[in-house]
Each structure stands twice: as C-alpha cells, then as structure tokens.
C-alpha cells in the first residue's frame, strides 16, 4: 500500500515538473513592450526605429497557439535587446512546415517603436 502511494506522489511530482518546463514563460522585459496588431493612432508620438525579421523553432511539446505565443514574446524580446524598443506592430507571421530532419519554424516581420 505504502509503495503505491508513493508511485502517485512521484507521477504527480514528476508530471508538474515536466509540464511546467513546456509552458510558455514571459519574461520581465518582453512582458513591458506593448504589441499591436497595426499601426495605430496610439504610435504616432512614438519613434519608429526600424523594421525587423524573427525566427522561432515550434516546440513539437507544445500545441499551435502557444506556439505563436512564444514566438510573439521572443519577437518582443529581440525588439527590446536590440532597439530598446517598448512597442512592436506584428506585420506578419508564417508557420513553414520543416522538411526531412528539419523543425517547423515560425517566420514574423514587425516594426519596432521607442514611444518612452
């Protein structure tokens, strides 16, 4: 009986472990730059600092949508890294199924603005 018990206790323990390391995580800076869909009104005070291209591996352990999620953030976080930007306007976004030994990728363009 003991020993069942704590089989559960490990399938349990081992199970959070497992599904808490494929979850997306959004970290402190990316989670401070604001992302739009289009330009807007709300940019027009703001500096427009350059158009940018990320790439994104898929992560087979996750499904389509956190998929696009964790590529949008880390496409936030590049914008912060390397223009210290604070908005990005997503222009495009483009699942490419990879070939024989390739990964899927997820192909983004945006704009990134400094409005602060």
Not at 8 to 29: A, D, N
Not at 38 to 65: G, P, W
Request: net charge neutral; charged share 25%.
């Amino acid at each position: 009986m003991r020993t069942k018990t704590m089989n559960k206790i490990l399938l349990t323990v081992t199970s959070i472990i497992l599904l808490s390391g494929c979850s997306p995580e959004i970290t402190k800076e990316p989670a401070q730059v604001t992302s739009h869909s289009r330009v807007d009104a709300s940019l027009d005070d703001c500096q427009r600092i350059t158009q940018f291209k990320a790439e994104y591996e898929v992560n087979k352990d996750l499904n389509r949508r956190e998929n696009n999620i964790q590529a949008q953030t880390e496409m936030k976080q590049q914008a912060y890294d390397e223009f210290r930007a604070d908005n990005v306007v997503y222009i495009n976004t483009q699942y490419v199924k990879g070939g024989f030994r390739e990964p899927d990728m997820i192909y983004s363009r945006g704009i990134a603005y400094k409005c602060y």
